[in-house]
C-alpha cells in the first residue's frame, strides 16, 4: 500500500542553519504531497503542498518539490529560527486511498 | 479564518467506559476525518464520513468505534469500552472536496487528548 518514510529525529540546529528533511514516498497513481507542522502542545497546520510532479511548495521560507523520478518531497529551509522547533510530518493523499497517509515525523530543535 | 474546533481539549476516562469526542468541521466541507496519534507515533488514519455515511475506514476503526453527524455541524467519534490503549490525540479534520486523488487540503483542529486510567 501506500506509504511515507521520513528521515528519522531529532534534528538539532543552531539558529540560522540550512535545513533538509528527507521524505520519499510510495503510492500508486498520483498523489498529492504535503508538509505539516505540530507545534508543541498544538494541532497538525499545514505548512506546503505540492499536487502535481515538478510542483514547488513554499510557505514562511520553507520549500519542497515533488520529484517524481525520485519519489521524494524533500523539505527545506535556508535558514532556521527557534521558533521553527516542532515536528514536521510529510504526508500524500490520493494513489490508492482518499485519506493522507503520514510519515513519522521529525522533530526539529532550534537552538539560539 | 475558518478552522475546525474540537471538544473536549483534554479527557480522562476511566477504562471501560464510553467516550465521545465532538467536532466542528468547517462549514463549507463536505468531507469530514478522524486520525490518531499515539504519544511518540505517527499520526493514523481512522475513518472518513461523506455524505452521512463512513467512506473509508483504517483496520484500527473496528466495532468499538463510531461516528456520527447528529445534526448539521457536528461530528462526533463515540469509542466504547474504553483501553488504555486508546489513549491517544484524536484529530478531527475536514476538507472542501475528497476521494481518491484529491490534492484538496485536509484541515485539521487541535485534538483531543484522551487519558484512559
Known amino acids: 500500500g501506500d506509504s511515507v518514510t521520513q528521515m528519522e529525529g531529532p534534528v538539532t540546529l543552531s539558529e540560522e542553519a540550512f535545513l533538509t528533511i528527507n521524505c520519499t514516498y510510495t503510492?500508486?497513481?498520483?498523489?498529492?504531497l504535503f508538509w505539516y507542522v505540530q507545534y508543541p502542545g498544538e494541532g497538525l497546520q499545514l505548512l506546503l503542498k505540492?499536487?502535481?510532479?515538478?510542483d514547488k511548495g513554499s510557505n514562511k521560507g520553507f520549500e519542497a518539490t515533488y520529484r517524481k523520478e525520485t519519489t521524494s518531497f524533500h523539505l527545506e529551509k535556508g535558514s532556521v529560527q527557534v521558533s521553527d522547533s516542532a515536528v514536521y510530518f510529510c504526508a500524500l493523499k490520493g494513489g490508492s486511498q482518499g485519506n493522507l497517509i503520514f510519515g513519522k515525523g521529525t522533530k526539529l530543535s532550534v537552538k539560539p | 479564518e475558518p478552522e475546525v474546533t474540537q471538544t473536549p481539549s483534554h479527557q480522562v476516562t476511566q477504562m471501560g467506559q464510553e467516550v465521545i469526542l465532538r467536532c466542528v468541521p468547517i462549514?463549507?466541507?463536505?468531507?469530514f476525518y478522524w486520525y490518531r496519534q499515539i504519544l511518540g507515533q505517527k499520526v493514523e488514519f481512522l475513518v472518513s464520513f461523506y455524505n452521512n455515511e463512513i467512506s473509508e475506514k483504517s483496520e484500527i476503526f473496528d466495532d468499538q468505534f463510531s461516528v456520527e453527524r447528529p445534526d448539521g455541524s457536528n461530528f462526533t467519534l463515540k469509542i466504547r469500552s474504553t483501553k488504555l490503549e486508546d489513549s491517544a490525540m484524536y484529530f478531527c479534520?475536514?476538507?472542501?472536496?475528497?476521494?481518491?486523488?484529491?490534492?484538496?487540503?485536509?484541515?485539521f483542529g487541535e485534538g483531543s487528548w484522551l487519558t484512559v486510567v
Open positions: 505540492a499536487t502535481k510532479a515538478d
Open positions: 503510492a500508486t497513481g498520483y498523489p498529492s
Open positions: 479534520a475536514s476538507s472542501p472536496i475528497g476521494g481518491r486523488g484529491s490534492g484538496n487540503t485536509i484541515y
Open positions: 462549514s463549507n466541507h463536505l468531507y
